[in-house]
């Protein structure tokens, strides 16, 4: 409420704009999601594997075993993020693709490539928010909720299971929020992130293919 107001009527981007929705910011988590899940995932497996074998050869102590189990997967769930990040920017989606454009209030609101260090500053801004999301969200419901479960089945197997579902889905909610609430349609500096078609649109190509068409009709009709 106390933000300068856009001025999105100052020019037209090049490429067309799309107001962003809660349904583009649903399929640009899902394809962020399954992917740093899955990749990630696979690398913490071979990251515990490591571990175990280095700390039965003796060139690991348990000490560092334990932390490398512990926070490792968190590096690696992050920097996977980030290249997942960068694809994703380039990917095009079934109705509509991720675009960088000037930041608001630009007279000419170009088209940016969606280039690595751009990537970082949007995968930065993903990362500390959806951890302060999660926070947030694990105050508010995780931790009341861990209580009362402990208080009702203490150590059994199906409240551990019910809890790490709600922990895994808490922490979906906070980076599909942040998504929504701070990436799309956000200004990062020099550029924000926008939605747009699919297609590239290029500016007068209407006019030069109305002008066209009758040139190509009358040649066609001489050669009949």
């Known amino acids: ?11 037209a981007p090049a490429d067309g704009y799309i107001q962003p929705n809660f349904g583009h910011a649903l399929r640009i988590w899902w394809a962020l999601f399954w992917r740093t899940t899955i990749i990630a995932a696979i690398l913490q497996y071979g990251l515990g594997l490591l571990a175990r074998n280095l700390y039965a050869s003796g060139d690991l102590s ?9 926070y490792g997967g968190y590096v690696l769930n992050y ?11 380039h990917k095009t989606f079934r109705h509509f693709r991720i675009a960088l454009f000037e930041s608001w209030g630009t007279p000419q609101q170009k088209t940016l490539e969606p280039t690595l260090p ?11 928010r959806t951890i302060v999301y999660t926070m947030v969200v694990y105050v508010a419901a995780l931790l009341p909720l861990t209580v009362f479960v402990g208080i009702v089945n203490k150590g059994s197997p199906l409240a551990l299971l019910f809890m790490s579902v709600a922990g ?23 550029f924000r992130v926008a939605i ?5 649109s290029v500016p007068g190509a209407e006019i030069v293919a109305a002008s066209v068409a009758p040139v190509q009709v009358s040649l066609d009709q001489k050669q009949s």
């Open 79 to 89: 920097a996977v993020a980030f290249f997942v990040v960068y694809y994703v920017l």
């Open 118 to 128: 751009r990537s970082a500053r949007i995968w930065w801004t993903y990362t500390w």
């Open 196 to 200: 747009a078609p699919r297609t590239f």
């Open 62 to 70: 348990a000490r560092a075993a334990v932390l490398t189990a512990q």
């Open 168 to 190: 895994f889905l808490g922490g979906g909610a906070a980076s599909l929020f942040a998504i929504h609430s701070n990436i799309l349609d956000e200004d990062f500096g020099n």
């Open 1 to 11: 409420m106390f933000e300068t107001p856009r001025a999105v009527a100052n020019a």
